[in-house]
């Protein structure tokens, strides 16, 4: 993935009369799935090239660009998107207004990236008309051995049932004692909260790359509130542990439901 862009600050002037917007695109790449989930806030539509060289534009729906008048909602767009698909964003509409670099793009199908961003760069040196700026992601599976996924009961039954799974798939990853402690707390807040407060059906999901994540998913629209639970008060503590122990944690909502997960960036090993 490379990013080349400059930044600079515009003259006070300049700011003073006009307000200042953003264009974004955000995908969220589902490495179990082969799922990707995007939004456009007034940039281009991504150009996506699949493992056998076959390429298209993504028929994104446009937002409002940020920090704009517009308060419109932002429609999103899921598409399959296989591993080792290479997703192109351009500003601009530079791949609109420069089409011979999609034979690069497809031609560096199966090349690594860096190779592809080369040939790239040499295609746009004479041009000096505006800035240029193309961000390439290419996805990337997790293999089956680096999954767990388990459907939940649908009553509190399903808390140590989760825990109980999540304790042997981490010993099975040979997860030191220390973090599979951590991750089975995780797991017990996450499942127990989406018992509580969202609806059926219930599902976790462990994921193992360069960090441990946690995925609870449930049908409910409920929105998820961290709160700071008083002496006194017998619940209201699970997100907010949660949040105390993982490196992060968020909420992506679905057509159907939502998933809450957590992540750990570090996990120890068992030695060997």
């Known amino acids: 993935m490379r990013w080349p862009t400059e930044v600079s600050s515009a003259p006070p002037h300049i700011t003073n009369r006009e307000p200042l917007t953003a264009a974004c695109l955000i ?17 281009s539509e991504p150009d996506l090239v699949l493992p056998d060289s076959e390429s ?6 446009e ?18 998107m296989p591993a ?5 964003v351009g500003n601009e509409d530079l791949l609109e207004t420069s089409p011979t ?32 700026m193309l961000l390439l992601a290419r996805a990337r599976g997790l293999p089956p051995d680096r999954v767990l996924t388990v459907a939940l009961a649908e009553d509190l039954a399903a808390v140590p049932a989760a825990r109980k799974a999540a304790r042997r798939q981490l010993a099975a990853w040979k997860i030191s004692e220390e973090s599979a402690f951590t991750t089975e707390l995780i797991v017990s807040e996450l499942v127990a909260s989406a018992v509580r407060y969202g609806a059926p059906p219930y599902r976790v999901r462990l994921l193992l790359d360069d960090r441990l994540t946690c995925e609870i998913c ?15 008060d017998e619940g209201g503590r699970g997100l907010f542990i949660v949040a105390s122990i993982a490196d992060a944690w968020g ?17 120890a090993a068992e030695p060997e």
């Open 27 to 43: 995908a969220i790449y589902d490495s179990v799935d082969h799922t990707c989930t995007l939004v456009r806030a007034g940039l």
């Open 56 to 61: 298209a534009t993504v028929t994104t729906p």
């Open 63 to 80: 937002g409002p660009v940020l920090a704009g008048t517009d308060h419109a909602p932002f429609p999103a767009t899921e598409i399959t």
């Open 84 to 88: 080792g698909s290479t997703l192109a």
């Open 101 to 132: 670099l999609r034979v690069p793009l497809r031609e560096g199908a199966t090349l690594p990236l860096t190779e592809v961003c080369d040939t790239l760069s040499y295609a746009l040196r004479d041009r000096h008309d505006t800035e240029k």
């Open 218 to 232: 449930d049908a409910g629209t409920s929105v998820p509130h961290l709160k700071h639970a008083r002496a006194i």
């Open 251 to 267: 909420v992506r909502y679905h057509v159907q439901g939502k998933t809450v997960w957590a992540q750990q960036g570090t996990v």
